[in-house]
């Protein structure tokens, strides 16, 4: 069974922006993580991802305290944790 991380542990979240307009997308992410983070180095070191194509958004490990301070910055949308999905596979189903 798996433990609940404690309430000041830090855990993987997917933060979902708005498109940048006049800026590279990742530098948008670094600029908007550093000001929960308190840095854009220590943002460059807690970025694990910077989602461009699809969607912009980076993934990064954040408290819970810097969830909830990450939430109320301009143009974050959604800030939601990550999760790891295993796909099963035996007779009969498809892989995808």
Same mark, same amino acid.
């Given at each position: 069974?798996?433990?609940?991380? @404690?309430?000041?542990? !830090?855990? #993987?979240? +997917?933060? /979902?922006?708005?498109?940048?307009?006049?800026?590279?997308?990742? =530098?948008?992410?670094?600029?908007?993580?550093?000001?929960?983070?308190? @840095?854009?180095?220590? !943002?460059? #070191?807690? +970025?694990? /991802?910077?989602?461009?194509?699809?969607?912009?958004?980076?993934? =990064?490990?954040?408290?819970?305290?810097?969830?909830?301070?990450?939430?109320?910055?301009?143009?974050?949308?959604?800030?939601?944790?990550?999760?790891?999905?295993?796909?099963?596979?035996?007779?009969?189903?498809?892989?995808?």
């Amino acid at each position: 069974m798996a433990q609940n991380p @404690s309430k000041s542990e !830090a855990s #993987v979240h +997917i933060i /979902y922006t708005e498109q940048p307009e006049h800026e590279e997308p990742e =530098a948008y992410h670094i600029r908007t993580l550093a000001s929960v983070v308190g @840095s854009e180095d220590a !943002a460059r #070191v807690a +970025i694990l /991802y910077s989602y461009k194509h699809a969607a912009s958004g980076f993934s =990064a490990k954040l408290t819970p305290e810097q969830v909830s301070e990450m939430s109320k910055q301009p143009g974050v949308l959604q800030v939601v944790p990550s999760r790891t999905l295993q796909l099963h596979s035996g007779p009969g189903r498809m892989h995808v």
